[in-house]
């Protein structure tokens, strides 16, 4: 039987591999703009790879599941058509599915190229760092499944039940469809997500979603100073608002010891004027998280656009509204003593003696995957934070070899300690 130090000395045996694999699956871009999605190459080679393997795989779109564009969490503009989602079964000693670990296969766009010091598809590894567009978001995950089932096989290893790997499409721009497809197609009574912060276990999805609230003269304007003037009385109240949001999770107790709260308004991009054509037009891009329901927050829209048009009215200026940009994120939460999360914790410290924060998760698939898949469902990743240089959706994106080293040990000793 492998044992979890057996495990983790082949692991840094054989780490080179585990590095390559990440920058093979970097040099193929996957990218996502929101309404199209270029993952199909990756998705297909996956599944070659999956084979390969020896395990069963499936390669399917979200839209082939019976009735999807009528569920109540799917969003329109998405263009799904072509974009694929990949399942491939381990099966175990008894042929029940058991433990579904989940990637997404998309990326944000690269960018302005010109930000970036070299291509964002060339993956490569340099100073202890591998580098490329999604090497922190999400394709390390990607390449951990490859990597741990090689090895599985390749040593013998036979789990008691099933063992799910899945590379899900439509994760960025608040998508979400794949991560849906994929627990609506292949029920779990486990679930773990791939995608998150180092060392963290998100047991809590936030609520919260990615709004703009417009506004604009009465008047054809020839200049953008009168909508620039209402935009301190716009981010007053748009603060008050984060205020709320901020203070709801500071008093949450799945978010103590997380750094969600202080960032729970972000601002994505604040106008007046558009372009030299349209002067007269303001907007105030904004993502919230929240343990609120949507009719909560709803309610709070309109007071603070009531609140708007009573104060921006003596200044010529007409408030359009809050127009959501993506699907709104319900907060969902997995049991305080989640057995799969102890377990997870355990993994962690006996494979690499750290043990992990336990903490709620900003926006993420947790979402939808807890909420249609399993209330056991979890999150734990490798990923860095939005704000340092080269983290996930900035140029010059970068994965440290040691973090992807030490993720590849933590998911293998769970899978051996859930399934072994």
Same mark, same amino acid.
């Given at each position: 039987?492998?044992?979890?130090?057996?495990?983790?000395?082949?692991?840094?045996?054989? /780490?080179?591999?585990?590095?390559?694999?990440?920058?093979?699956?970097?040099?193929?871009?996957?990218?996502?703009?929101?309404?199209?999605?270029?993952?199909?190459?990756?998705?297909?080679?996956?599944?070659?790879?999956?084979?390969?393997?020896?395990?069963?795989?499936?390669?399917?779109?979200?839209?082939?599941?019976?009735?999807?564009?009528?569920?109540?969490?799917?969003?329109?503009?998405?263009?799904?058509?072509?974009?694929?989602?990949?399942?491939?079964?381990?099966?175990?000693?008894?042929?029940?599915?058991?433990?579904?670990?989940?990637?997404?296969?998309?990326?944000?766009?690269?960018?302005?190229?010109?930000?970036?010091?070299?291509?964002?598809?060339?993956?490569?590894?340099? !100073?202890?760092?591998?580098?490329?567009?999604?090497?922190?978001?999400?394709?390390?995950?990607?390449?951990?499944?490859?990597?741990?089932?090689?090895?599985?096989?390749? /040593?013998?290893?036979?789990?008691?039940?099933?063992?799910?790997?899945?590379?899900?499409? !439509?994760?960025?721009?608040?998508?979400?469809?794949?991560?849906?497809?994929?627990?609506?197609?292949?029920?779990?009574?486990?679930?773990?997500?791939?995608?998150?912060?180092?060392?963290?276990?998100?047991?809590?999805?936030?609520?919260? *979603?990615?709004?703009?609230?417009?506004?604009?003269?009465?008047?054809?304007?020839?200049?953008?100073?009168?909508?620039?003037?209402?935009?301190?009385?716009?981010?007053?109240?748009?603060?008050?608002?984060?205020?709320?949001?901020?203070?709801?999770?500071?008093?949450?107790?799945?978010? *103590?010891?997380?750094?969600?709260?202080?960032?729970?308004?972000?601002?994505?991009?604040?106008?007046?004027?558009?372009?030299?054509?349209?002067?007269?037009?303001?907007?105030?891009?904004?993502?919230?998280?929240?343990?609120?329901? /949507?009719?909560?927050?709803?309610?709070?829209?309109?007071?603070?656009?009531?609140?708007?048009?009573?104060?921006?009215?003596?200044?010529?200026?007409?408030?359009?509204?809050?127009?959501?940009?993506?699907?709104?994120?319900?907060?969902?939460?997995?049991?305080? !003593?989640?057995?799969?999360?102890?377990?997870?914790?355990?993994?962690?410290?006996?494979?690499?003696?750290?043990?992990?924060?336990?903490?709620?998760?900003?926006?993420?698939?947790?979402?939808?995957?807890?909420?249609?898949?399993?209330?056991?469902?979890?999150?734990?990743?490798?990923?860095?934070?939005?704000?340092?240089?080269?983290?996930?959706?900035?140029?010059?994106?970068?994965?440290?070899?040691?973090?992807?080293?030490?993720?590849?040990?933590?998911?293998?000793?769970?899978?051996?300690?859930?399934?072994?």
């Amino acid at each position: 039987m492998l044992t979890v130090s057996e495990l983790c000395h082949e692991i840094d045996a054989r /780490k080179e591999e585990l590095f390559e694999t990440l920058c093979e699956l970097v040099r193929i871009p996957s990218e996502n703009d929101g309404a199209y999605g270029a993952e199909k190459e990756l998705a297909e080679e996956l599944h070659r790879r999956f084979i390969a393997l020896g395990l069963e795989s499936e390669l399917y779109s979200p839209m082939e599941l019976e009735g999807f564009s009528s569920h109540p969490d799917y969003v329109e503009g998405h263009h799904l058509e072509n974009r694929y989602n990949v399942t491939a079964r381990y099966r175990g000693a008894t042929n029940e599915d058991e433990l579904l670990l989940m990637g997404h296969s998309d990326t944000v766009v690269a960018g302005d190229l010109n930000r970036w010091d070299f291509d964002p598809f060339e993956g490569f590894i340099k !100073d202890g760092k591998i580098f490329g567009r999604g090497a922190v978001d999400d394709k390390y995950a990607l390449a951990t499944m490859l990597f741990l089932a090689k090895i599985f096989k390749d /040593k013998g290893f036979l789990p008691q039940k099933n063992l799910l790997l899945n590379a899900y499409c !439509d994760e960025e721009r608040g998508g979400s469809h794949g991560a849906l497809a994929a627990v609506l197609k292949h029920p779990c009574p486990s679930i773990l997500n791939m995608d998150g912060r180092a060392d963290t276990v998100w047991n809590c999805g936030s609520g919260g *979603q990615e709004v703009k609230l417009f506004f604009h003269t009465e008047k054809t304007a020839d200049s953008a100073i009168t909508v620039a003037q209402a935009l301190p009385i716009v981010l007053e109240e748009t603060e008050r608002f984060g205020e709320r949001r901020r203070q709801e999770l500071r008093e949450n107790p799945f978010y *103590q010891g997380s750094p969600i709260p202080d960032t729970a308004l972000r601002y994505m991009g604040i106008r007046a004027g558009y372009d030299c054509m349209d002067l007269g037009r303001g907007e105030v891009f904004f993502i919230f998280y929240t343990d609120k329901t /949507k009719a909560e927050i709803d309610g709070e829209f309109a007071e603070l656009e009531a609140t708007l048009r009573s104060r921006l009215a003596p200044l010529g200026i007409v408030v359009e509204g809050i127009v959501p940009q993506v699907r709104f994120f319900h907060y969902v939460q997995c049991a305080p !003593d989640s057995a799969d999360i102890n377990m997870l914790v355990a993994a962690s410290e006996e494979a690499t003696g750290v043990t992990p924060t336990v903490c709620g998760s900003c926006l993420s698939d947790l979402s939808v995957i807890s909420k249609y898949g399993s209330s056991e469902a979890f999150a734990y990743g490798a990923g860095r934070e939005f704000s340092e240089p080269g983290g996930p959706h900035q140029p010059n994106e970068y994965m440290p070899c040691e973090n992807l080293l030490h993720f590849a040990k933590v998911i293998g000793a769970y899978v051996l300690k859930k399934l072994g």
